[in-house]
């Protein structure tokens, strides 16, 4: 059994093959963020036709490298959505016509349960019903399942994403793009409480997520002590800074999964998306699923972050009870259920 998957929602064109077990014969990656950094976030028109430039190279690299015959494939599984419908199209387009030439089965997967089902390939037994966050620079999702295949939303953010609050507030402060990992790497340097940031919540008693409220105090802070444009050279006061934000942002995931947990009584919690690399995040969510003694599953690094492989993964689930799609299916830009 072999599966291939494309995504293209966002920045990164990703191209990968499994098998049935989970193992990953080749997972191949082009990034953008040179081309995105100098504009401080995702262009979409440039993302779309940096996929257009790379599908076909980092296709014919992923089959090369997954030593396999075009025939050997058995079904192919593409992101059809949330992300930018102009980068969506490329991939679902592209796994069309692969699906007319090998004559095999085309399977369309939202990309924020592939995020979740990242875990399958390095973890083989995931408790059933778990509860999955979904941190990224385009989302903050909470879902709880109790079949992996059908997903009920409990949380989502109201206005930015966590990751996209990193990336702003990297930017007001010079330090390059994407943010999340920079600040991350300085905020490790220094305890947080250097200034206090307000830890949104919401006044309807709701578990759904707002990072704007933050990145505005930030802003207003740094204008109010004459810190805009940032100086340069002033190592002690970015590293205070990051890491009262990373405090404050991480303390707003933590409060929501806390509740969450205490409400839904999971039998696991699964972490994931591109701030699921984040160190602080990746240590209070330890704490706390041990102090509600359940298991957790964080992917590594490289799983965390947009890939194909976990695109693979829930196609192969969805293969598996039949869920098939045909050549009129399109892209999503915004979040759906299946
Ligand atoms: O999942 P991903 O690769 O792409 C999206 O679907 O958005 O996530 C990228 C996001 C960026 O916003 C980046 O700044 C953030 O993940 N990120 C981090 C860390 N590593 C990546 N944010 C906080 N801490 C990190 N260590
Ligand atoms: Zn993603």
């Given at each position: 059994m072999l599966i291939i998957g494309i995504e293209t929602s966002c920045d990164d064109t990703a191209v990968a093959v499994i098998d049935g077990e989970y193992n990953i014969k080749a997972n191949i990656i082009s990034s953008q963020v040179k081309i995105h950094s100098k504009y401080g976030g995702v262009v979409p028109e440039l993302a779309s036709r940096e996929h257009l430039k790379n599908i076909l190279p980092v296709f014919n690299q992923c089959i090369k490298e997954a030593n396999i015959n075009l025939n050997d494939i058995d079904v192919i599984s593409v992101t059809k959505g949330p992300g930018l419908v102009i980068s969506l199209l490329v991939g679902l387009n592209f796994a069309k016509g692969l699906s007319i030439n090998i004559k095999k089965p085309l399977i369309t997967v939202n990309h924020l349960y592939a995020h979740l089902n990242s875990v399958f390939i390095e973890y083989k037994n995931i408790p059933l019903p778990y509860l999955g966050l979904v941190a990224s620079g385009g989302h903050t999702n909470l879902f709880y399942t109790e079949d992996n295949m059908n997903f009920n939303s409990i949380a989502r953010t109201r206005d930015d994403a966590i990751g996209e609050a990193y990336d702003k507030i990297a930017k007001l402060l010079n330090l390059g793009y994407p943010g999340g990992p920079i600040i991350d790497k300085l905020a490790q340097e220094c305890e947080p409480g250097y200034i206090n940031l307000p830890i949104a919540k919401m006044s309807d008693n709701s578990l759904d997520f707002s990072f704007s409220g933050l990145k505005t105090a930030f802003y207003y802070f740094l204008k109010k002590e004459h810190l805009i444009p940032f100086p340069e050279n002033n190592k002690s006061l970015l590293t205070a800074l990051a890491s009262s934000f990373q405090h404050a942002a991480i303390s707003i995931i933590i409060d929501r999964l806390e509740k969450a947990l205490s409400m839904l009584k999971p039998k696991c919690l699964i972490i994931s998306g591109g701030?699921?690399?984040?160190s602080l995040l990746r240590l209070k969510s330890i704490d706390i699923a041990s102090k509600f003694h359940i298991p957790i599953f964080i992917p590594k690094p490289s799983l965390c972050t947009d890939n194909a492989a976990m695109t693979a993964v829930i196609g192969y689930h969805k293969f598996k009870k039949k869920l098939f799609d045909n050549l009129s299916a399109d892209a999503e830009p915004t979040y759906y259920d299946y």
């Open positions: 701030v699921a690399c984040n």
